[in-house]
Every structure is written in C-alpha cells, then in structure tokens.
C-alpha cells in the first residue's frame, strides 16, 4: 500500500499471501471480509476507515498485491 500527496509519501509492504483482483477492489468496503481471510479475527472496518481518513486528507491509495 502506498500513500502518497504532492509533497510526501507512505508506504506498507508485507510478504503475506497477496489479494487477488476481486479483493484489492472491495478491501475499502466497510466491514469487507475477504475468504482468504476467514480464519483471522476482526469487523472489516479497518481499511474503510483508512480510505476515508486518504479522501479527507486529499491523499492518494495505491495497492499493488499478486496472489501466492
């Protein structure tokens, strides 16, 4: 994940599983829950409040991810 506006940029990487297509495109959805990620606690509500603080902010959300 990458944020970035005109003057400053963050960015987060891992090596976990990767999110197919179907999933970078919903993740931002409130309480979204992917099946890949069934097995682990949570609401979903975590990246949608992300992408609302990003729109606030006037900022700018890349993802890049490749499943495996």
Partial sequence: ISIRNTSS????????????VEVRQRMCDRFYRSEQGSDIGGSGIGMAIV?????????????????G
């Fill in 9 to 20: 940029s963050f960015a987060i990487s891992d090596t976990g599983i990767g999110m197919s």
């Fill in 51 to 67: 992408d609302r603080i990003i729109q606030l902010y006037h900022l700018q959300m890349e993802i890049e991810s490749v499943v």
